[in-house]
């Protein structure tokens, strides 16, 4: 009996041709290496309509990387849009190429974060009376309560770790930025009709700036020791 591996999806497929090219020796690539070497590897999916042995069809390939399919390498954090048309692939997606040639199948480990979610989240602090009095002065906030009541630590609890509330924030912002990145926007919206004030990156990269001064400033709270752990906790 003869078993035969699943084939795979497109975007397994882009993503493989990606893994091809960085174990070529491009640690970057344009969108148009990504092409080619993606219909190299299946000229009947990705070629021109017509001429599909003799041609590949860009816009198929981009397909699978741009916007917010759940699918996409970039979604999934397999590949990293470093500038325009210029990508790399990650870490997490060189193993999961590894994966899908020794026959597993990837699956996104978490439902991927809409746009509007992001964007909820990041509006939740670019108006936060600390952050804008740090954006007037750099000197703010001068007391830890400042800094807790931006992190939204309440002490109701009696162990509040303020070291991981700051790295869920600095994820989101970071999350928020690539989405930007990616879609070549200066601003964070919801959606078209959704409503909510734009958000512009600058101020996306001012809170993350902020949270790093937040750091310094307050290490007892924010540093980690060499184990790992947060030196305090808000209680």
């Given at each position: 009996?003869?078993?035969?591996?699943?084939?795979?999806t497109a975007?397994?497929?882009?993503?493989?041709?990606?893994d091809?090219l960085a174990?070529?020796?491009?640690?970057e690539?344009?969108?148009?290496d990504?092409?080619?070497?993606?219909?190299?590897?299946?000229?009947?999916r990705?070629g021109?309509?017509?001429?599909a042995q003799s041609y590949?069809?860009?816009?198929?390939?981009?397909?699978?990387i741009?916007g917010?399919k759940?699918?996409s390498?970039v979604?999934l954090?397999?590949?990293?849009?470093?500038r325009?048309?210029?990508?790399?692939?990650t870490?997490?997606?060189?193993?999961a190429?590894?994966k899908?040639?020794?026959?597993?199948?990837?699956?996104?480990?978490?439902?991927?974060v809409?746009?509007r979610?992001?964007?909820?989240?990041v509006?939740?602090?670019t108006?936060?009376?600390e952050f804008?009095?740090?954006?007037?002065n750099p000197?703010?906030?001068r007391e830890w309560a400042?800094?807790?009541?931006?992190l939204g630590?309440?002490?109701k609890?009696g162990?509040?770790?303020?070291v991981?509330?700051?790295?869920?924030?600095r994820a989101?912002?970071?999350?928020?930025?690539?989405w930007?990145?990616v879609?070549?926007?200066?601003f964070l919206t919801?959606?078209?009709?959704?409503?909510?004030?734009?958000i512009h990156?600058?101020?996306?990269?001012?809170?993350?700036?902020f949270?790093t001064a937040?750091?310094y400033r307050?290490?007892?709270y924010?540093?980690?020791e060499?184990?790992?752990?947060?030196?305090?906790?808000f209680s």
């Amino acid at each position: 009996m003869v078993i035969t591996q699943p084939k795979q999806t497109a975007s397994e497929t882009v993503l493989l041709a990606a893994d091809d090219l960085a174990s070529a020796g491009k640690t970057e690539f344009t969108e148009w290496d990504l092409t080619v070497a993606a219909w190299s590897l299946d000229r009947f999916r990705f070629g021109l309509r017509g001429y599909a042995q003799s041609y590949p069809d860009h816009k198929r390939v981009m397909m699978e990387i741009m916007g917010q399919k759940p699918s996409s390498p970039v979604v999934l954090k397999f590949l990293e849009k470093v500038r325009p048309n210029i990508y790399r692939l990650t870490a997490s997606g060189k193993a999961a190429a590894a994966k899908l040639r020794g026959g597993a199948k990837v699956k996104p480990t978490r439902k991927p974060v809409t746009v509007r979610e992001l964007y909820d989240t990041v509006a939740a602090y670019t108006d936060k009376p600390e952050f804008r009095r740090w954006q007037d002065n750099p000197e703010e906030p001068r007391e830890w309560a400042g800094a807790a009541s931006f992190l939204g630590l309440t002490g109701k609890t009696g162990r509040e770790d303020p070291v991981e509330r700051l790295e869920e924030i600095r994820a989101a912002l970071k999350a928020a930025l690539d989405w930007c990145r990616v879609e070549e926007v200066a601003f964070l919206t919801k959606g078209s009709g959704a409503g909510g004030a734009p958000i512009h990156v600058r101020d996306v990269s001012d809170l993350l700036d902020f949270l790093t001064a937040l750091t310094y400033r307050f290490p007892e709270y924010l540093d980690v020791e060499a184990g790992g752990k947060p030196k305090k906790r808000f209680s």
